[in-house]
């Protein structure tokens, strides 16, 4: 049958068929076109949603910081400090438009050259000639006497804070600062200049508290700024901007990356303290003097001795706390002394009576009438010079001693009295001697290079091993020129006696501890000879210490244990070459009488 030709009722049914097609794919799109709907919905959320989270994510913080918090500024008149590129927990005080330091700071970080005087409610700077009084509040400061207006107030209470004002300081000190104007306050304060690395700003933007997109605004900064480059990073950079803050910008906005060098502050003077100076090395004894028959034993006392060129007698003595003392000052004596070719600087000392130093020194009328009677004195007997052995100093009462010593340095100076001052080996617990003023004001720093182990010590060991010795020398070279440092020897030692302690004393105590000690420690200061007699005596044997530079010997008696370091010619000879070795000053010898008259030469021998 031919295909074309169909019947009627065939179409009928092929278009039927047709339509009921239709219908089922009308009825699936209505069916889909909801769920289509949906996902267009859910595509075209996550588009918006995705583009949103990116434009979050690589948009620029408009956060600002609080500049307030940033500089820990808390009270009005603060003044945060920037000190070498470096913000400092530190605050100034802004009063009346001028920058003030606490006196405090100003002795951390400037110089501890000024003296607050407590009970006159005064600073006082001392000078080579003269001491400079500032009463606090006030706008004038006085030179002998003489006054002179800053036109400010140099020193001004605030609660129980003294401050100082820099304006006034920069005479003193060579030090930059600058005041950023408008609140924080905050200030630069620099004493070191060098060569910084500077770039300008190629576009407006911020400078942030850290180096991140998202990180809050510190400051803004215009094109053409100029910032210096603090660290430079593979996308950041740590800068200082020109308002003073320290912060990072992208390196994309910087260009014309330079040096340039700071220009030094120059215009403070350091005040300087002509001293006395010998030309030749100083050779100096101490000679022990306790009741006035002792000077008459001068010349048999230095009988055998040689290549000394001063001696010290011990003849003054504090006796009180008004600044009196007590002498056994012999003018016959010091005569006597020049006739033998030897300077006689007497030594007044604050251990033979009880005193209160604190309470003498913390007094501008003591310090003064002891300066005064000590001056009058040295002119009485003729005196060369003045030893001061003040040992019993206080941490309190260090910068009044100290402040003694400066005012007592213009009295002998224009006297031409020679002023030395002994010092303990150097250590932290006697830092308040402050060596380093010591060292500017006073013509010698004696080392008393002893004491090592002394009565008091819980174990045995050497007066000056060689160690100790070159630590105490060592030492006050770093804060003393070497041409006012003199080591003092001792001519002494001490034989130690270590006893064992009986059962029921070991019983009493704990012997697993690592504090316990199995014996009871004493010891006998010994002259030279007395301790070689000693050694001799007992028939023990010596034997050269490598560790200590010295003899020494050990032996039993009665149960005990006898340990000795001797001094000697060949510990002395020690010591001299290290002497020898820093250049320094010259050397003392404690005490006259006790040493053996042979060291004499070698002391000299490396003197010369």
């Not at 990356?257 to 030094?264: L, M, S």
């Not at 010795?469 to 006696?497: C, H, S």
């Not at 023990?540 to 200590?548: I, L, P, S, Y």
């Amino acid at each position: 049958m031919d295909n074309h030709m169909m019947e009627p009722q065939q179409i009928r049914r092929k278009s039927s068929g047709s339509r009921k097609k239709k219908r089922r794919r009308r009825r699936m799109l209505q069916k889909l076109i909801p769920v289509i709907v949906a996902l267009v919905l859910i595509a075209v959320v996550l588009g918006i949603s995705l583009s949103t989270g990116l434009l979050q994510q690589f948009a620029y913080s408009t956060e600002r910081a609080d500049q307030f918090e940033y500089f820990s500024v808390v009270n009005s008149d603060d003044v945060a400090i920037i000190t070498n590129d470096e913000l400092t927990d530190r605050k100034a005080k802004l009063y009346d438009g001028r920058c003030y330091f606490s006196y405090d700071m100003v002795t951390e970080m400037l110089f501890d050259r000024f003296y607050f005087d407590e009970r006159q409610d005064k600073i006082l700077f001392t000078t080579a000639t003269d001491v400079i009084s500032i009463p606090i509040d006030g706008t004038q400061y006085f030179t002998a006497d003489v006054p002179t207006d800053a036109g400010y107030v140099i020193a001004r209470r605030d609660g129980d804070q003294i401050y100082l004002a820099l304006d006034y300081l920069q005479q003193y000190a060579n030090f930059s600062y600058h005041l950023y104007e408008g609140e924080p306050y905050h200030m630069d304060f620099d004493m070191e200049w060098g060569t910084n690395q500077i770039a300008d700003i190629a576009k407006k933007d911020h400078v942030r508290t850290l180096g991140g997109i998202k990180s809050p605004i510190l400051t803004d900064v215009n094109q053409g700024d100029t910032v210096t480059i603090l660290n430079q990073m593979e996308e950041w950079c740590e800068v200082k901007t020109a308002d003073g803050y320290i912060g990072y910008i992208e390196n994309k906005r910087l260009e014309n990356f330079r040096e340039e060098a700071e220009t030094p502050v120059t215009t403070a003077v350091e005040e300087t303290y002509p001293n006395i100076s010998k030309d030749y090395p100083i050779n100096l004894v101490w000679h022990q003097v306790t009741n006035a028959d002792a000077n008459n034993k001068l010349e048999e006392m230095m009988e055998g001795t040689s290549g000394i060129t001063t001696i010290s007698p011990t003849w003054f003595f504090l006796k009180d706390n008004e600044g009196n003392f007590d002498t056994l000052a012999d003018k016959s004596y010091v005569d006597r002394a020049h006739a033998m070719g030897l300077e006689v600087w007497a030594l007044v000392d604050d251990f033979t009576n009880t005193v209160d130093t604190y309470e003498i020194f913390s007094y501008s009328e003591k310090r003064a009438n002891l300066i005064s009677q000590l001056i009058a004195a040295a002119q009485e007997y003729d005196l060369d010079g003045l030893n001061i052995d003040f040992e019993k100093i206080s941490s309190e009462a260090g910068p009044h001693y100290v402040q003694f010593l400066r005012e007592l340095s213009i009295q002998c100076r224009s006297n031409q009295i020679v002023l030395s001052v002994d010092n303990y080996v150097p250590r932290e617990h006697t830092s308040h001697y402050n060596r380093k003023e010591q060292g500017r004001v006073v013509d010698y720093v004696i080392i008393m290079g002893y004491d090592e182990h002394y009565a008091g010590s819980t174990e045995s060991g050497s007066v000056a091993s060689i160690g100790f010795v070159k630590d105490g020398i060592e030492q006050t070279l770093a804060v003393v020129p070497a041409e006012k440092v003199i080591n003092a020897l001792p001519f002494y030692t001490r034989i130690w006696i270590e006893t064992p302690k009986t059962e029921e004393e070991a019983a009493a105590e704990d012997p697993t501890s690592t504090e316990y000690i199995p014996y009871h420690l004493s010891s006998d200061s010994m002259s030279m000879q007395g301790a070689a007699d000693a050694v001799a005596k007992a028939g023990a044997a010596t034997m050269w210490d490598e560790t200590t530079m010295q003899n020494y010997a050990e032996y039993q008696k009665e149960g005990a244990t006898y340990k000795v370091w001797l001094e000697d010619v060949d510990s002395i000879t020690a010591k001299m070459q290290a002497v020898q070795s820093y250049q320094i000053a010259g050397v003392a010898g404690w005490k006259l009488g006790l040493e053996d008259k042979n060291v004499w030469s070698v002391i000299a021998q490396y003197l010369n």
